[in-house]
Nanobody, 123 residues
């Protein structure tokens, strides 16, 4: 059974950094694009970033461009989201999700979802 497990969330002060990890089991991560999404209380889930199956393509939401970096290590079946210069508005539950090969914009385009990890940015 395909599973994702996110980790690395927590409480951080504004301006701080966190690195989220998304580890998979039950399928070969190297065949899938992985997107990072987030959902704040009372808001819709939004896509933050995505990395294609071979890391040739990455994209970012305007709100995180220049602060977040997505990467992957297919040998470890893991995708990472390095988050720097965090702001209070980055507070949300962060999810990773997978779809075949290439990134897509819509939530419904992604087949496998993790349970999420909470990120709280507050002083």
């Amino acid at each position: 059974q395909a599973q994702f497990v996110e980790s690395g969330g927590g409480l951080v002060q504004p301006g701080g950094s966190l690195r989220l990890s998304c580890a998979t089991s039950g399928f070969i991560l190297g065949d899938y694009a992985v997107g990072w999404f987030r959902q704040a209380p009372g808001k819709e889930r939004e896509r933050v970033s995505c990395i294609s199956f071979n890391a040739a393509g990455t994209n970012y939401a305007d709100s995180v461009m220049g602060r977040f970096t997505v990467s992957r290590d297919n040998s470890r079946n893991t995708v990472y989201l390095q988050m720097n210069s965090l702001k209070p508005e980055d507070t949300a539950t962060y999810y990773c999700a997978a779809r075949d090969f290439w990134c897509a914009d819509g939530l419904n385009d992604y087949k496998y979802w993790g349970q999420g990890t909470q990120v709280t940015v507050s002083s």
